[in-house]
């Protein structure tokens, strides 16, 4: 398997951009920027540990997002996927990857979405779980489809300055004139 990332964003009410890959072992890393840090953090999410966290979800039971720092770290989070997460690896970096993972698993169409940003539950889907999010990695990586994440989440909700694009286009072409007028006026001086 390619290790080119793919990107996609976070379901709750402040979506956060990531990236992520999924190896021939069925492994995922997924990359992403914190605030202060001056580069991007990529955790590995076990093959293992993911049938684990798949084992957890078989019971067909709607199971909370549950990845609340705080809550996590005195022990009072609810049950729930990112509680299950820390009980694997008790790190809070280590449960909220359930927000990656539940959007990688949603749009894979592993897990079923309440639709709720408040309040998010996810329920497993039957099928292979491999199979479907290795497909959903190999489509996300198609060129084809690389407009389609940035449409989908503009449509989602993020902030993107309209006219930007059209604006930075026109600035480098501008630049491109005077450039060209410039060279004009100077080979017409040193022509005379």
Known sequence: ???FWSASHTLGTK???FSWR????GNIFIKRKFRNDLFPRID???CSNLEKLQGFMQDREWKDLANDAAKLYTGTEKNGIGKFLYRLRPEVPYAHLSSQLAAIFYHSE???WNEQKRGMKFLLLPGNWQERTMQYYRSSLDPENEGTFRDEFVESGAKVEQGQEQKELQEALQEDSVQKIEQTKLSSFFNV
């Not at 999924?22 to 072992?25: G, M, P, T």
């Open 15 to 17: 979506e956060k951009v």
């Open 110 to 112: 592993v897990w079923e």
């Open 1 to 3: 398997m390619s290790s």
């Open 44 to 46: 590995k999410i076990s």
């Open 22 to 25: 999924i190896d021939s072992r």
